[in-house]
């Protein structure tokens, strides 16, 4: 069974930082490509960043030069270090493969006040 569990949002000041996890469970993590992704309430969700099994990553260009994406094989866990926040990166943030599968975890709820 897939698990795929977000923590790590808040409520935070535009300029702060938050670090987003997702622990995962149920497929082989190590050859995966992980992703985060984020959706606003009434818009589609969006790939914010991934990153492949040789550790390359990609970034959407919203993202480039203030999030970056990392992975721990052995936890399990991809992680979203996200710095200078700004009120657009208000939305829900999710983990999961890339390309994804049919499963998504609750998210995790990041805020971010002008």
């Known amino acids: 069974q897939v698990l795929l569990v977000e923590s790590g949002g808040g409520l935070v000041q535009a300029g702060e930082s938050l670090r987003l996890s997702c622990a995962t469970a149920?497929?082989?993590?190590?050859?995966?490509?992980m992703g985060w992704y984020r959706q606003v309430p009434g818009k589609q969700r969006e790939l914010v960043a991934f990153?492949?099994?040789?550790?390359?990553?990609y970034y959407v260009d919203f993202a480039k030069g203030r999030f970056t994406i990392s992975r721990d094989n052995a936890m399990k866990a991809v992680y979203l270090q996200m710095n200078e926040l700004q009120a657009e990166d208000t939305a829900n943030y999710y983990c999961?493969?890339?390309?994804?599968?049919?499963?998504w975890g609750q998210g995790t709820q990041v805020t971010v006040s002008s």
């Open positions: 149920g497929f082989i993590f190590s050859l995966s490509t």
């Open positions: 990153v492949n099994a040789q550790n390359i990553t």
């Open positions: 999961n493969s890339y390309p994804t599968l049919d499963h």
